[in-house]
């Protein structure tokens, strides 16, 4: 599969082709998702709560963004990366955003690095694009620093701010922009609107795309459950991981695993003789 482009982007946001993304954190996952034909893989900063156990996002840091990053571009290298700026790596100046973003990009090779926020971050964008760096948008819900889980843009009002955020980021020159947990009467119209792929995070399905963590789809295991997640896999891999487990126990437990023939390995003909010799001599002798 060749690796997808800004440019097959945009002409299949054009022909109504819609784009398939999905977040992954390690290099067996995003191989997957390859094989799979997905399109882009974000390593997002969710990284913190499905991977370590914690409640939000905020302690994901650069560098365990980029080992991550580095995993999953060695998982996937036909399928077009993107970094995602951990909370206080770019909200400060233009310069720190730029040296940043060119971190993920020296050390995992990510074709994007995404960043949280609409008309307030709309320097920051255009400051990394100046650099010769492509920038994807994240308006809507924005994790890092909302409160709490709630929907975004559900009166008129907070919708028209959406929107504004929307085109505040296109104008600065972001390449995409993913929205979060937003009516989809609303990312109708901004899919409208925006010449840039507007892809969906829990924010319907009139956008160019859709987002979802392999975590949730594959129901690897329960962070919370937005209601826009949908396990894909045929039975949760959170189910089967236990029963594997389950089975190991009781194998173990019973002596079955491991079996000698099909699990051991077994010394050449003739050296158990040897060995067993050479400690007889070696307990005769002491």
């Known amino acids: ?42 390593i997002g900063d969710s990284v913190e709560m499905s991977i370590y156990g914690k409640k939000n996002t905020l302690s994901a840091t650069m560098n365990k963004m980029i080992t991550h990053a580095e995993a999953v571009r060695l998982g996937a290298p036909n399928t077009f990366i993107v970094g995602d700026m951990p909370f206080g790596s770019y909200e400060k100046s233009n310069r720190k955003a730029i040296l940043n973003a060119r971190r993920f ?8 690095v995404k960043l949280e926020g609409g008309i307030g971050m709309a320097k920051r964008i255009k400051a990394i694009v100046n650099a010769k760096m492509n920038v994807m948008g994240h308006i809507g819900l924005t994790p890092q620093t909302a409160s709490e889980f709630k929907a975004q843009g559900r009166t008129a009002e907070d919708a028209m701010k959406i929107i504004e955020d929307a085109l505040a980021v296109e104008k600065a020159g972001a390449f995409a922009v993913l929205v979060e947990a937003v009516p989809p009467e609303v990312t109708e119209i901004m899919t409208k609107t925006l010449e840039i792929p507007v892809l969906s995070i829990g924010a319907g399905p009139f956008c160019d795309g859709q987002l979802l963590l392999e975590i949730d789809l594959l129901g690897r295991g329960v962070v919370f459950k937005p209601k826009f997640v949908k396990v894909f896999a045929m039975q949760p891999l959170a189910d089967i991981t236990r029963q594997a487990f389950q089975k190991y126990v009781k ?36």
């Open 1 to 42: 599969m060749a690796k997808k482009t800004i440019l097959d982007f945009r002409e299949m946001k054009k022909l109504g082709e819609k784009i398939t993304y999905v977040v992954a954190y390690d290099a067996h996952t995003a191989a997957r998702a390859e094989e799979a034909g997905i399109e882009m893989i974000l």
């Open 251 to 286: 194998e173990v437990k019973a002596g079955t695993f491991p079996d000698i023939e099909k699990h051991c390995y077994k010394m050449i003909d003739g050296e158990l003789e040897k060995l067993t010799n050479r400690l007889h001599k070696t307990t005769k002798h002491h």
């Open 105 to 112: 990009y020296e050390r995992a090779s990510v074709d994007a």
